[in-house]
């Protein structure tokens, strides 16, 4: 594990610590606000840690894609495959939540997909729910990191399967910036982000942040039930959930 005090921006591992936002805007306005951090890694490589911080961060495949290939990388190909994309052997940078003492939730996992040569291909959003379900969407951002999908995949009990997702997903640098937005019929209904500053990945940053968010990913998954109670006891309706596929295959 890195035991410098800065990381260069194209070195990996690397921690973020973050501030996550929601503001949804329809049928009735509600904002939120978390503080938490995030890894970003090559799948390849994950990092390696003193065994006494093991259980503060694994990376397990099970947790990914369909959860029975044999290494993130091995489940992130397959997925790709079945769209018909190669990257040849290129670098993939993922950013996640980690296992924290035996549990992970990952709301978004986002995977930044390189050719030999270094050129980005696509980006990769796989999607968790609150129900064990997750979803791959298949980005191809423009220039400035901007992509557009349909949304597929039930997240919200307040919001149906509808609409599209506009979202802004440039490769975190020294700031990770990263912007949800779903776009519904009358207009924006919800607005994610994702703002941090990148820390070196060492044992000093990564006691120091799971000591200021212990059971990080816990309290994620308890964060959103809070707030889901909140705001079915403020009158918003429930949406029937569709069946899905748990976990979805790579096809």
Request: hydrophobic residues 35%; aromatic residues 8%.
């Amino acid at each position: 594990m890195n035991g410098e005090a800065s990381t260069p921006d194209d070195a990996v591992p690397a921690l973020y610590s973050c501030t996550i936002a929601h503001v949804r805007t329809a049928p009735r306005r509600y904002a939120l606000r978390h503080r938490t951090y995030l890894w970003l890694l090559d799948p390849d490589h994950p990092p390696r840690l003193p065994r006494p911080l093991r259980p503060l961060a694994r990376f397990d495949p099970r947790d990914h894609f369909t959860g029975d290939a044999p290494s993130i990388r091995a489940g992130l190909d397959a997925f790709l495959a079945g769209h018909g994309i190669r990257l040849d052997g290129g670098r993939v940078l993922m950013l996640t939540h980690a296992r924290v003492l035996g549990h992970v939730f990952n709301p978004l996992t986002l995977y930044w997909c390189h050719g030999p040569a270094g050129d980005l291909r696509c980006v990769v959003a796989e999607v968790h729910n609150t129900y064990g379900g997750r979803h791959c969407y298949l980005l191809r951002p423009d220039a400035t990191g901007s992509a557009r999908t349909a949304k597929e995949f039930y997240v919200s009990p307040f919001f149906p399967v509808d609409g599209a997702y506009r979202m802004r997903l440039p490769r975190p640098g020294p700031r990770l910036d990263l912007t949800v937005h779903l776009d519904r019929d009358g207009g924006r209904a919800f607005t994610a982000t994702v703002r941090g500053d990148r820390r070196a990945a060492n044992a000093r940053t990564l006691l120091r942040l799971a000591l200021r968010h212990p059971w990080s990913t816990l309290a994620v998954t308890a964060a959103i039930r809070a707030h889901g109670i909140r705001l079915y006891l403020r009158g918003l309706p429930v949406q029937p959930r569709p069946h899905h596929r748990e976990p979805e295959k790579a096809t």
